[in-house]
Nanobody, 122 residues
Framework: QVQLVESGGGSVQAGGSLRLSCAASGYTYSSYCMGWFRQAPGKEREGVAAIDSDGSTSYADSVKGRFTISQDNAKNTLYLQMNSLKPEDTAMYYC????????????????WGQGTQVTVSS
């Protein structure tokens, strides 16, 4: 059974940085496409970044140049390095797996973690 467990969330001031991690188990990690999504209160879940097994990436316009998605296949772990954080980045961040390509379209994913909260204060 596929399991995704996020960590690394927290509270930071605007301009700060956080690195989220997603530990994956239950499948051949290196063959899967993975992504990060976020959901703020009262808003729909939106795609943030994605990476496929070839290393191709995709980012939402709102995070380009500030966030970097990466993976360590040896550790079965997905990362999201978030720099220059803004208050509007405040949300629950979710890891997702099993997409056909590196896409930030929510409906393309089959497996989801429980999320980790990121709060950015001004």
């Amino acid at each position: 059974q596929v399991q995704l467990v996020e960590s690394g969330g927290g509270s930071v001031q605007a301009g700060g940085s956080l690195r989220l991690s997603c530990a994956a188990s239950g499948y051949t990690y290196s063959s899967y496409c993975m992504g990060w999504f976020r959901q703020a209160p009262g808003k729909e879940r939106e795609g943030v970044a994605a990476i496929d097994s070839d290393g191709s990436t995709s980012y939402a316009d709102s995070v380009k140049g500030r966030f970097t998605i990466s993976q360590d296949n040896a550790k079965n772990t997905l990362y999201l390095q978030m720099n220059s954080l803004k208050p509007e980045d405040t949300a629950m961040y979710y890891c997702a797996a099993d997409c056909p390509i590196a896409t930030i379209e929510r409906d393309e994913y089959n497996y989801w973690g429980q999320g980790t909260q990121v709060t950015v204060s001004s």
